[in-house]
């Protein structure tokens, strides 16, 4: 693993930082590919290698630009010096040409407006001065021959970088996707990526050339497709015909990808056969769901009805078969409505409080916990935890674990899908144990102690994983329980995703729960989701929210009065807050603070509040456990809100603490319920609605007019809901 982290103090870079990059990158696919290059590209490894320091940085600083074509007068690099002896090297050696017809439009791309302009006016006398340069483009490669522009003043400084699908290939092998620079590289030394190594030793991808070849072309199609303009993508589709039968599941994957992207490109510019003809060649559930619902706009529904049957009769897959049988009952079965509305509207209904809108699983753990029920937050984090612990040696060990290449998180296992088959033995043995649950939590524990914090690409390690995962091992079936890693093992690519939102843990039992607002949809993964951990014998429900103002709704209103404005840099030098329910005071809290800084004139002016009067009040730790307490789990108030808990949340991280609780604010409560208004600062409200403010800018005046002002929200949210 990198030992810089993201966010931490990035390092410097060496001079030549990416010539040491693109060396690494090829003696890292020689050494692990050298079975799937071949003659040709192993000698142009060594060609580049015999090439002097200064011609190998050009070359490599090419790669890492856009494009291929480059004037050399706009390149200037103050490691390499003077270009003229690496430019001349690199045309002598074929690493560089002279442009020529087959980059005719990369040329115009890279000339300017005015170039284009000059070169074009002594061929078209009377063109238009005031064409814009996409005219100027189009305009050249309608009426100009692609080789004209050979003879032009500026010809000779362009360069053409040549080799650029070796490189690509190269970069292919490596990172198992098309890339076109060695950014990576740049931002792992940086520390803004992580990598991660399980052992020195890497996995080849492929195990023949043939198998990389088709990997890498449609892979680089795809790519093309997806950066291409109109006219190449015309290009691209025209060149189909020359597509081969994939053999590799890599490859077929990235086929579908291809077929359904052309697909819909296609259905959009409402050319439908063509679009069928790309869908057919396609093997997803994707490409076939595109293609029954094209059969039907089109009105062949005969067709499309066969189509749905042997998706159902013979369907590749669990998520293939839902598809089918839902859309099949839809237009067949005189069924409006599909699945996934179905269990949305059948589905249990919670009213939470609008003020959680934002975080509406952070609210229903709540409510389920206010209802003497144990509730988590799991969403995928459960099930890939509980899996990468349970298979830990299997998925991380040095001696079964394997990596494609340093920048992968995932073992290689589990992105070609064959971990079942490689651990079947311990995976089946492992499962059976899960019945006898001491036994296994034992284990679990002695695996997060032995290796907490260890990155990987499984799952993230959280402070409550232990407490979740007993809390579900205890409470659901096991066997159910292992029936679902059953199937993780077998596909964790397609099962990784969609898992419900929530444990929630009853009198009967463990039961698994998908939460969804107004106007949230319920995904197909989730839907399959929620149908498999049925069949295998959990409790899944999809809950509704409906949001209401909840009258018994705990509300804490807080004003802090600080050194500055910017939570980064100043300190807190007062709190107060009033805890409210029901429409009623029901506490206080308020205290001077110690910023251990010292406080401007300024502020001292504007608050009060000077160095003497805060040099014996607590510092911020002294007293950040009573203000947690003192706020629990209620809604966060404060006239401009995101201020005051910037303020404290900034004050928590500085102690190593995470403070989140759902905000309200009564600036943006007032402005959206009473528009209208000349200013919505909390003096000017309080002089509309006469509320005391008689010592504006000290902590508890400012809370109790806030206070104020919630209640008048809060009347004006219960009439709106009413109505």
Known sequence: MNPDSPGRHQRELPALYYRQHFLELLEFVAGHYGHVLDEEERSLIDQFRSLDEPAQCLYIRLVNRKGRVFDQHRLKYTEIGELGGPVGTLRERGWVASPDASVFDEVLGLLSRSQIQDWLGVRFPGLSRSMKKAQLVDFALTHCEPGEFTGAPWSDRLLVQERTDWVRMLLFLYFGECRDSLSRFTMRDLGLVRVHSFRDAYEPRYADRAEAMEAFFFASRLAAFRSATGRERRLLIDAAVQWPEPLSEAAMDTRDE??????????????????????????????????????????????????????????????????????????????????????????????????????????????????????????????????GLLFWDELFSPDSAALHSPFEALPASLTDRSFYQRHQVAIEVKLHELNESASTRRKLMSTIARHYGTPNGVFRWRSGIAETIVAMLESADTEAVARMLDKLARDYPSMRYGWPDLLVIDEVGARFVEVKAEGDQLRRNQLLRLRQMRDSGLRADVVRVRWVLDPGQTYVVVDVETTGGRAEQHRITEIAALKLRNGEIIDRYETLINPQRNIPPGITRLTGISDAMVAGAPAFVEIADAFEDFVGEAIFVAHNVNFDYGFVTREYARLGRQFRRAKLCTCASMRKLYPGYGSYSLAALCRRYEIPLESHHRAMCDAEAAAALLLIVNERRAADLRN
């Open 258 to 387: 291809l077929a359904c992207a052309i697909g819909g490109f296609l259905e959009k510019a409402g050319e439908s056969e063509s679009a069928l003809d790309f869908y057919r060649r396609g093997d997803s559930v994707q490409c076939t769901e595109r293609l029954v619902r094209v059969l039907f706009s089109s009105g062949q529904r005969e067709v499309a009805r066969q189509r749905l049957e042997a998706c159902i009769d013979e369907a590749k897959s669990e998520e293939e078969w839902l598809f089918a049988a839902d859309l099949l009952e839809r237009k067949f079965g005189r069924k409006r409505t599909s699945l996934q509305t179905d269990l949305l509207r059948s589905s249990e209904i919670i009213d939470l409080d609008e003020a959680h809108i934002g975080a509406p699983e952070r609210a229903a753990v709540r409510y389920y916990q206010a209802q003497g029920q144990r509730a988590y937050r799991t969403e995928n984090s459960l099930w890939r935890s509980l899996f």
